[in-house]
T-cell receptor, first 111, second 115 residues
């Protein structure tokens, strides 16, 4: 089992719709969680951190479920510019490698 | 601020050749990292550094070497290039140990093809 698993997609979603996708992690020692966004042939960029209480940043909402070991990302009122690959990232505090990266979920917003 | 600058952006190497991927950051970050990204895979850590003069292996270090003589620079050396090293390479830096809430700052990547 991969340490961090994501549905690769693609998720094809009409503009204005709400879309959500999950990421599961296997190591219960995981401490910190992040969503990064990666545009085609570009570098990853931090979208948001995921806090235990959940957090919201504009149209984006991230949730953490420690009991079931997954994090989620919800995008409301999706825009064409939201088309990208969303990478789930987990920080395991007992690892020297710092971050474990998921392979990403590809999102395509259609007009 | 330039952030993290990587050069070159593209390179084609022949099997057995060597090259150095350059990475420099101007944010005075102590922590620097080299990742590779293969299609359909998550980023894999090659090497990292917690400060000038200190480097350590990541998950996939074989075939690579690094040095960190200054805070700003963290070059990655490929010796005897192999087709398995065809990948996109990203350099990143961070202020603290662990990404914190500010995350990592990445360079724009180097696309390397070994033929």
């Amino acid at each position: 089992r991969k340490e961090v698993e994501q549905d690769p997609g693609p998720f094809n979603v009409p503009e204005g719709a709400t879309v959500a996708f999950n990421c599961t992690y296997s190591n219960s020692a995981s401490q910190s969680f992040f969503w990064y966004r990666q545009d085609c042939r570009k570098e990853p960029k931090l979208l948001m951190s995921v806090y235990s209480s959940g957090n919201e940043d504009g149209r984006f909402t991230a949730q953490l479920n420690r009991a079931s070991q997954y994090i989620s990302l919800l995008i409301r009122d999706s825009k064409l510019s939201d088309s990208a690959t969303y990478l789930c990232v987990v920080n395991i505090m007992d690892s020297n490698y710092q971050l474990i990266w998921g392979a990403g979920t590809k999102l395509i917003i259609k007009p | 601020n330039a952030g993290v600058t990587q050069t070159p952006k593209f390179r084609i190497l022949k099997i057995g050749q060597s090259m150095t991927l350059q990475c420099t950051q101007d944010m005075n970050h102590n922590y620097m990292y080299w990742y590779r990204q293969d299609p359909g895979m998550g980023l894999k850590l090659i090497y990292y550094s917690v400060g000038a003069g200190i480097t350590d292996k990541g998950e996939v270090p074989n075939g690579y070497n690094v040095s960190r003589s200054t805070t700003e620079d963290f070059p990655l050396r490929l010796e005897l290039a192999a087709p398995s090293q065809t990948s996109v390479y990203f350099c990143a830096s961070s202020y603290s140990n662990g990404p914190g809430s500010e995350g990592y700052t990445f360079g724009s990547g180097t696309r390397l093809t070994v033929v």
